[in-house]
């Protein structure tokens, strides 16, 4: 089996080869043509020696307008030949580069996908033997129930995501409706209020009325998915999450602001990719399958919309989405 050490520095060993091959050759080829030029110098005078003519002058300038144009030719084949090879480096190096990326990232993705899929798993099963092997009074019957059901609705959102993110490969059909987006959003703060009671949220919502036209599953997924993103990376046990929300120009501006960790600046225009996740999921802490922000940039897109993400003061990340109040028929 081939050392990675192999795999990775081969392609350019042999490329040096390549250059240094081509560069002897080019070496040679002036060679020749210079000892060419001097044989037919000295045939040039030897029939001016035996002709007794004059001519030698013209058929000397003919003779290095010969040996120009022929350096000119080694020349630019060599400068074509060079440009061309540096060209293939440049594309097998980031061929390379995406092939491990590639790699890497479904390795995460099925590191990650095996744990989420386990650990609700393994959390129902030992609740369930739990029940069939002991006598259990009425409130740990209701704990361990209340946790094998948490670990249901967690396995069955994962479930939903990756159908969802398959049926995204192909063209989603929306269904757009007319929607109170304020309502919205106080539902789903309440919601997510319930399930992370120690974050404290802040809103700054322009008019309790605002409509947009929408699907409403898209909107849902994008606010939960970025209320959840926030404090999923932020390993503090201060945790705020602000949202603004704003109406101009009939269009919609959502932002979602939090203080955690933050985002690296090599990373942003990353994490919106599908199964994406930063980091090695061998060391990683925080759940997840990287589907997520893929799924909040597809909906976005639908919408006919922008996301960014951009750096929070003093830390963490804010994401910035603008979406028309109206849409457009892309029919």
Known sequence: MRSPFFRKYLPYFIMIYMLAAFVWWAILLMK????????????????QIQEQKNSFGTKQNLIEVERERQRMMIWGEGAVFTITLLIGIWLINRAHH??????????????????????????????????????????????????????????????????????????????????????????????????????????????????IQADRQGLVLIISNLLENGVKYNYSND???????????????????????????????????KFYRAGNEETRKTKGTGLGLYIVKEFVKFHQGTIEVKSNQPKGSIFKITLPKTQKDNK
Request: no cysteine.
């Open 32 to 47: 020749k043509s210079e000892e060419i030029y001097q044989t037919k110098l000295a045939l040039a005078k030897l029939e």
């Open 98 to 211: 995406r092939e491990i990326e590639a790699s890497n990232q479904q390795k995460n993705f099925l590191l990650s996908i095996t744990h989420e899929l386990k650990s609700p798993i393994a959390s129902i099963r030992l609740a369930l033997d739990t029940f069939l092997k002991r006598d259990l009074e009425n409130y740990q019957v209701k704990k361990l129930s209340k946790g094998a059901l948490n670990e249901t609705v967690r396995l069955n959102e994962l479930v939903n995501d990756l159908l969802l993110s398959a049926k995204m490969e192909n063209k989603y059909d929306l269904e757009i409706e007319n929607l109170n987006l304020s309502a919205l959003i106080e539902q789903q703060v309440i919601s997510f209020s319930k399930m992370h009671p120690n974050v404290e949220i802040t809103k700054n919502i322009s008019d309790s009325t605002m409509k």
């Open 239 to 273: 945790k705020k999450l602000n949202i603004n929300l704003l109406e101009k120009n009939n269009k919609i501006f959502l932002e979602i602001s939090d203080n955690g960790n933050g985002i690296l600046e090599k990373y942003k225009n990353k994490i919106f990719e």
